[in-house]
């Protein structure tokens, strides 16, 4: 069967096979329904983690004997990296958050943040690269995660900065609204095409062409 991202806590995985790049996506703790993402390199086998969010079991059963290298974790928010000490703990992953997230990353869950990155930097998955793009607002080190398939569309991971159906909940900050429906239009719909699929931080997938008539709606409506 094809990849449709829609995944169900409890439910099996879904797993969309690129040529140099398998994304495997499971949802995590039936109340929150969050995503986790776990990419694996087909030329090294190294795997990264995008959101240890919860059930270290079963992520660390996904991980399986092939072991893992990085865990990206997107943001500061809690429902995001509740596996992360567990994960990290169990396969001796570095762990990679965006620079003004990092400290309260560390407070609530006690793993260091090996590395700190910042907008423009990469992460490595094997012989594949991820650009990190931050996007402030939802929080403020916020970053979402670009895979430039050479052989096909894009792909990005978003964390909860984008979502089908709009951004992320800025919590009636209007300062922060406007900062992340600026960078989400500017950073991601402005410099990305309309086959750019990306996969969020909860719920179902989406594509960027999907999503851009709806830009000027999602301003005007705030959040």
């Known amino acids: 069967m094809s990849y449709t991202g829609d995944v169900k806590v409890g439910g099996p995985v879904d797993e969309r096979a690129l040529p140099a790049l398998t994304i495997t996506k499971v949802a995590v703790d039936e109340k929150m329904a969050n995503n986790a993402y776990l990419l694996r390199c087909h030329d090294t086998g190294e795997q990264v983690l995008i959101d240890a969010a919860d059930s270290p079991e079963l992520l660390l059963q996904l991980v399986g004997d092939a072991g893992l290298t990085t865990v990206v974790t997107t943001h500061q928010h809690w429902d995001h990296h509740r596996a992360l000490a567990a994960v990290v703990s169990g396969t001796g992953a570095a762990a990679v958050a965006g620079e003004p997230d990092a400290d309260e990353i560390t407070s609530q869950t006690g793993v260091p943040v090996t590395r700190r990155v910042r907008d423009g930097d990469t992460v490595a998955v094997g012989s594949c690269t991820l650009e990190v793009i931050r996007v402030t607002g939802h929080t403020p080190g916020s970053i979402c995660l670009l895979y430039r ?69 999602w301003r005007e409506r705030g959040w």
């Open 149 to 217: 398939d050479p052989d096909g569309s894009p792909h990005l991971f978003t964390g909860d900065s984008l979502f089908p159906g709009g951004v992320g909940n800025t919590f009636g900050d209007a300062d922060a609204f406007r900062t992340l429906i600026d960078d989400v239009e500017t950073k991601l719909f402005g410099t990305l095409p309309d086959d750019t699929w990306f996969y969020p931080g909860h719920g179902s997938d989406s594509t960027l062409g999907a999503e851009r008539p709806h830009l000027a709606e």
